[in-house]
Nanobody, 121 residues
Framework: VQLQASGGGWVQAGDSLRLACEAS????????MAWFRQAPGKEREFVAA????????LSPGSVKGRFTMSRDVARNTGYLQMNTLKPEDTAVYYC???????????????WGQGTLVTVSS
């Protein structure tokens, strides 16, 4: 299975953006999908994840209430809806897939290319 991330761009603070991660080459059933981000000079950071079969989301406190992850099983695509964006959300966003939902990048074995999100103040 390959993952393809899209939807990044340049926005102003307070705007919204939706990222998409399409899984191709096979069904994503039985996996979990996650989003991580990496800002310049910083380590990769967990953003959100979702269990594909049940749609149960997992989000840390830093983005809870602003970012929401969902998935469209029929389209084999996961989404990250980002609202009230802040300059500190500027980063390359990566989608990932793995057998278990987790906060940790090491748990995910499939990675898409990154998509850049730039939030100006």
């Amino acid at each position: 299975v390959q993952l393809q991330a899209s939807g990044g761009g340049w926005v102003q603070a307070g705007d919204s953006l939706r990222l998409a991660c399409e899984a191709s080459g096979g069904t994503f059933s039985g996996y979990a999908m996650a989003w991580f981000r990496q800002a310049p000079g910083k380590e990769r950071e967990f953003v959100a994840a979702i269990t594909w079969s049940t749609g149960t989301p997992l989000s840390p406190g830093s983005v809870k209430g602003r970012f929401t992850m969902s998935r469209d099983v029929a389209r084999n695509t996961g989404y990250l809806q980002m609202n009230t964006l802040k300059p500190e959300d500027t980063a390359v966003y990566y989608c990932a897939g793995g057998e278990l939902i987790s906060y940790y990048a090491d748990a995910y074995t499939m990675w898409g290319q990154g998509t850049l999100v730039t939030v100006s103040s």
